[in-house]
């Protein structure tokens, strides 16, 4: 029976088949692995169940080749895995997969709720009602900005992508623009343009869904903050690495945009005090997946493809 590694507790009828399949270790820490603990980890599992936040980084993966590489299986909790250096885990031998498509509607709604809430300031607004600083309804008290009719502009036409602008525009008869390497057929009525600079200078309200790390890492940098509309809004549902986040803060305390939803940051769960102390925020602690049903999909898609790897199958999502 092959040694499984899994890094955080995730859902018990999971945990419970894992068990029956192999003989299991649940790492009850709820903070991530760093390098020299994945590498001690690489060492001592044929298999490991890993999530956001565990550093499997090229380093990692050299510290245990060095001491005798085991594991053969990273089986990620998640469809970003960036947290995995899948390059060099290709070149040590170790087969990487991750977890699309059932998170796309759990994610997709998390973008609308910051979309809805940064526009309708209803963080702001809750945070003056629980401190008792309410003067009850005024004509021109705490108003926002419409979302309907408004242009969506989605950075990463892919299947979260397309689900938030589904929303959009079927849910809230919003016009929607894309900017993505290549062009996407949505099933609605969506204009690709040609530039970075062209969509945030053009959209109302701006989703940032592309995957992260690589070639997508400060995509979002100061340049394309100062593009976007005085009246702008900005959400990102991606990773936070994506964004140049001291810049996007620059933006915010400046006025230079209207206000920002997020749910993903550049050091979680590090979140700046800056970031924290502005009003024109929503911010969320990671909820893209965050549902029952989807977490349990998540974990089950994991641990289907590790035991897929164990029957000498090809994981069905691997992506290396």
């Given at each position: 029976?092959?040694?499984?590694?899994?890094?955080?507790?995730?859902?018990?009828?999971?945990?419970?088949?894992?068990?029956?399949?192999?003989?299991?270790?649940?790492?009850?820490?709820?903070?991530?692995?760093?390098?020299?603990?994945?590498?001690?980890?690489?060492?001592?599992?044929?298999?490991?169940?890993?999530?956001?936040?565990?550093?499997?980084?090229?380093?990692?993966?050299?510290?245990?080749?060095?001491?005798?590489?085991?594991?053969?299986?990273?089986?990620?909790?998640?469809?970003?895995?960036?947290?995995?250096?899948?390059?060099?885990?290709?070149?040590?031998?170790?087969?990487?997969?991750?977890?699309?498509?059932?998170?796309?509607?759990?994610?997709?709604?998390?973008?609308?709720?910051?979309?809805?809430?940064?526009?309708?300031?209803?963080?702001?607004?809750?945070r003056m009602l629980r401190a008792g600083k309410w003067g009850g309804f005024g004509p021109k008290s705490m108003l926002g900005t419409e979302v309907s009719g408004k242009t969506l502009g989605i950075v990463g036409m892919g299947r979260i992508g397309q689900a938030v602008a589904h929303r959009g525009h079927?849910?809230?008869?919003?016009?929607?623009?894309?900017?993505?390497?290549?062009?996407?057929?949505?099933?609605?009525?969506?204009?690709?343009?040609?530039?970075?600079?062209?969509?945030?200078?053009?959209?109302?309200?701006?989703?940032?869904?592309?995957?992260?790390?690589?070639?997508?890492?400060?995509?979002?940098?100061?340049?394309?903050?100062?593009?976007?509309?005085?009246?702008?809004?900005?959400?990102?549902?991606?990773?936070?690495?994506?964004?140049?986040?001291?810049?996007?803060?620059?933006?915010?305390?400046?006025?230079?945009?209207?206000?920002?939803?997020?749910?993903?940051?550049?050091?979680?769960?590090?979140?700046?005090?800056?970031?924290?102390?502005?009003?024109?925020?929503?911010?969320?602690?990671?909820?893209?997946?965050?549902?029952?049903?989807?977490?349990?999909?998540?974990?089950?898609?994991?641990?289907?493809?590790?035991?897929?790897?164990?029957?000498?199958?090809?994981?069905?999502?691997?992506?290396?």
């Open positions: 029976m092959k040694k499984l590694l899994i890094t955080r507790v995730i859902a018990q009828p999971v945990l419970d088949q894992a068990a029956q399949l192999f003989d299991l270790m649940i790492r009850k820490d709820g903070s991530g692995m760093n390098e020299d603990e994945c590498a001690v980890a690489l060492s001592a599992y044929d298999a490991i169940l890993p999530t956001l936040g565990d550093q499997f980084t090229a380093g990692a993966f050299q510290k245990a080749q060095a001491g005798g590489l085991r594991c053969r299986m990273l089986g990620n909790f998640g469809v970003g895995y960036n947290h995995i250096d899948a390059a060099a885990a290709s070149a040590a031998g170790v087969i990487v997969s991750n977890t699309p498509d059932v998170l796309t509607a759990a994610t997709a709604d998390i973008g609308m709720t910051l979309i809805l809430s940064t526009c309708r300031r209803a963080s702001e607004g809750e079927y849910g809230f008869g919003m016009p929607v623009i894309y900017f993505n390497r290549s062009k996407k057929d949505a099933g609605l009525p969506a204009r690709q343009v040609e530039t970075l600079h062209d969509l945030m200078a053009e959209a109302d309200i701006v989703v940032v869904t592309v995957p992260g790390g690589g070639p997508t890492t400060k995509l979002i940098d100061r340049a394309a903050i100062a593009a976007m509309k005085p009246s702008g809004i900005f959400v990102n549902i991606s990773r936070g690495e994506v964004v140049d986040e001291a810049a996007l803060i620059d933006a915010l305390e400046a006025g230079a945009i209207a206000g920002a939803g997020l749910d993903v940051y550049e050091k979680e769960p590090y979140v700046p005090e800056r970031l924290r102390a502005l009003e024109n925020c929503t911010l969320l602690p990671h909820l893209g997946s965050a549902t029952v049903e989807t977490r349990q999909a998540m974990g089950q898609m994991a641990l289907d493809n590790i035991i897929a790897w164990d029957k000498g199958l090809e994981p069905p999502q691997r992506v290396n």
